[in-house]
């Protein structure tokens, strides 16, 4: 821990590239786990692309901290240009997080766009996406994130959101839909 932190005060390229070393292959999850918050914590975004990587870790725990790591230093990175860019780092970080191989990853990055509902046109497109994903679990929070972006405008019955996932989702979600449609 205590060379975790000596390295993080440093600013040299030499001690980032040893701390995304120590992210990427050190054995010890807890290890790369405290990489990424004490990264998340001093802010160093220099540490972005290591941290983004961390969300394909093998463990959960780093996986978690990764999120929320790149969640927090993709907004202050934001919002530091603009006090108006908050959702966009956000969505940026979102963006990331959909791309992991991790369903479980996937799955907090569909949560947290529904938080984003009504900042950017491009939340129901991403969420959209998600209703073909390979993991059964991402389609279903996927058809759970578009209804929950519907209702979040206002629209209840949700039939916007039940009719998106219906025509561009896999064929469970169609039946999730009907399922849904049948209450």
Do not use: N
């Given at each position: ?44 975004r220099d540490l972005r692309d290591a941290v983004k990587a961390a969300l394909d870790d093998a463990d959960k725990a780093v996986r978690a901290a990764a999120f929320d790591a790149l969640a927090a230093l993709d907004t ?108």
């Open positions: 821990e205590a060379a975790i932190a000596t390295l993080l005060a440093l600013a040299e390229r030499e001690a980032r590239d040893l701390l995304a070393r120590a992210l990427s292959s050190d054995k010890e999850a807890d290890v790369r786990v405290l990489v990424v918050k004490r990264a998340q914590e001093t802010g160093r202050a990175a934001a919002t530091s240009t603009s006090a108006s860019s908050s959702s966009r780092g956000q969505i940026t970080a979102m963006r990331a997080a959909l791309a992991s191989k991790h369903g479980d990853v996937r799955r907090r990055a569909l949560e947290g766009l529904v938080s984003l509902a009504g900042t950017s046109p491009l939340v129901p497109g991403l969420v959209a996406d998600r209703l073909k994903d390979a993991d059964g679990s991402v389609r279903l929070a996927a058809l759970a994130a578009l209804v929950a972006l519907d209702l979040a405008e206002r629209k209840d019955p949700p039939v916007d959101a039940l009719v998106a996932a219906f025509d561009k989702g896999a064929p469970d979600v169609g039946a999730w839909v009907l399922v849904r449609a049948a209450r």
